[in-house]
């Protein structure tokens, strides 16, 4: 345990050690009374001409990981020499959206942060841990990372998409037996819904389908039935981009808005997706935050409700669950 503070922030350290790893608590106060952001990297120095593998995020490669707007690639860093390796893997949630890993990259391994902000007075727990492997097995630092935080599990049958396209007509077939067997789907996706029934020029991405939609989302309801019907036992569910949403009316949840740095509300593109007359209308696909008790979370599980019990769907797939889709 060890504390430290400068002229703008103080950090709080815990130390863990296991027989596995070392796991690191940072513990950051903001003892000012503005906005505060921080550059934070946890790395080790390494001299490049001594690494002989290395892998950012899994994949086989060296420098500093491209930054990404959704951290799909689950960062992690694992490099090693021709003793031993290590693996260095961020754990909350805040640093595995924001984490940038690199190896080689000014001499040095580490994960970084470089969006990292604090509000007047604010404190937040940055986690890491550092997992050493005898046999510089790169799946040596993973599974032993799977165990020690128990993320070894069974899945219960194959996922895949139903649907060929996102366009219709195919996005709104049942697929043949043959296509079914082959695959042993247990779990069906429809694709996005692109090209809705009510106004081919838009495209809806999230749960403005069960509120604003009601002819595309007749021809779902037909689609699932169908399909249930077909293969029973068969979960179907469809794409939903939970954060984002299709309308020209984005003031209906005002209190939900993610903000850009200029001040103005967050798209998700310009609306050019849609033609220039929607466009002009103000159709876009605006970004909001479901925090509980505003108006699109209350609206998220309204959605819920319609999308189980009145279209029949078994669920959703979150399409980009821990993306900010330009918006963080």
Sequence with gaps: MADAQGAFYAIHRVIAISPTHVSIKDRYTNTTDQDLGLLVYNETPIKPADVTHSLLSGYEREGRQAELSYPDYGPSVFFNDDRNGMGIIPMDDVFVVHAVPYVGWKDA????????????????????????????????????FRQVEGRIGTVAGVPGFITAT??????????????????????????SLSEVEDDPNLHVEGIELFRDFPREMALIRKQVAEAHDRYPGLKVITHIAHSIY?????????????????????????????????????????????RPGNSFHRAMM???????????????FLDGFLAGYGGM
């Design 302 to 316: 309204d959605s819920v409700d319609v999308m189980m019990d009145d279209v029949g769907l078994d669920g959703g």
């Design 166 to 191: 996102p366009h219709p007509p195919a996005r709104r077939e049942v697929p043949d037996a043959n296509y079914i067997r082959t695959r042993d789907l247990k779990v069906g996706i429809i694709h």
């Design 246 to 290: 299709c309308t020209d009316r984005p003031q209906q949840f005002s209190d939900s808005r993610v903000m850009s740095l200029d001040g103005k509300h967050a798209s998700w593109g310009d609306g050019s997706a849609f033609g220039p007359q929607r466009q002009a209308e103000g159709w876009r696909w605006w970004i909001f935050y479901p």
């Design 109 to 144: 391994a580490g994960v970084a942060t470089e969006k990292f902000a604090l509000p007047p007075g604010g404190s937040y727990t940055l986690e890491w841990a550092v997992y050493p492997t005898g046999s510089g097995d790169y799946y040596d630092f993973i599974n032993t």
